[in-house]
């Protein structure tokens, strides 16, 4: 049953007079059913990194909101999502990452598929000795292969298969960010990190939209990039976040920095953003690096965060600059973790049964208010 419009009425109205999602947006099974629906399955919503499949015939499960899928990095080194499900009865194909020798064999009949999904061999289907039968069209039996995009090394999704195309969902970010749109490199386990954390995953977007919090949550990156220094950016129907006019990083004594994207506005010497990409990914931009947050959700209250870290040159993947990887890498670490207490914080006050969903500073708080705008616009257009 959906949600009655009527519970979200005090969401969809002006910034000033509106008051947060309920409780229940952040407790409920039911209500987190539904956003597997109407905010994840209908729209564009990230799984995985393209550097989980890094290598030709690299196969990865995910368990997306309980659907199962597989990664696969085809012959033609093309990045697929298929549902992880064998066609005869059901069977996970995959159960843990592995290199597929051959094809993708469903442990349970020896079904075999190709790594673009194809059925390739049915093995006594028609019985005994038997491989084939006029009942079983091969052509009609190839696995589901959930429609994706790969951006900036993210994988996408959409599910339902009836979004726009991802150029077109995400169109006023990629024009934003135009300058970016350049090759990044990853070089492994010493740029990501995960996180997991005990709250609702709506919780880790709203609180990564605004800087507010800065002042008493991160004093150490407030002490050169202040409140002050930063600006609300706004676009309730795809993204909002925020931005600092202060991006001056020092990771070693020497002066030693990472590389430049190329040919960037002089603006980028000092400015840096930091959007969600409604409904799961949290972006950074930098002159000289990136990183993306997914925010995969484990159930109504709690959620991993998965960390990329991507830089402009490939020169910046060698040796001579680990030492600077691993400093930039502890250094977002340490701000990302000092995000989990009042996020976790706020999950427990969720079960508060006088709170109101809270209300939003006019000024401060405009950019999570856009958050609860894009979420509560589809929850009542499903219900």
Known sequence: MGLPKMTLDHVLKPIGQSHGLPNAHYTDESVFNEERQSLFFKEWA???????VPEEADAVPVDFLGMPLLLVRDRDDIVRVFQNTCRHRGMILVDEPKKVRGVIRCPYHSWCYSLDGKLKTTPHVGGPGQNLHEDVNRDELGLYEVRSHLWQGIVFVNVSGDASAFEDHAASL???????EHPVWYSGSDSAFELDVQSNWKLAIENYCESYHLPWIHPGLNSYSRLEDHYNILQTDEFSGQGTM??????????KTFSNFPDLNKKWDSVAEYIALFPNVL?????????AILILPQGPERSLERIAITYASEAMMGEDYADLRKRNTEQWHEIFA???EVVEGMQKGRHGPMFDGGKFSPVMDESTWCFHQWAATRMNNAA
């Open 174 to 180: 990629l024009d934003r960010w135009s300058e970016f």
């Open 283 to 291: 972006l950074g931009v930098h002159r000289d690096h990136r990183f």
């Open 246 to 255: 202060v991006y001056n990083p020092s990771l070693e004594d020497n002066g």
């Open 338 to 340: 000092e995000d989990i």
């Open 46 to 52: 990230a799984v995985g990194f393209a550097s989980d």
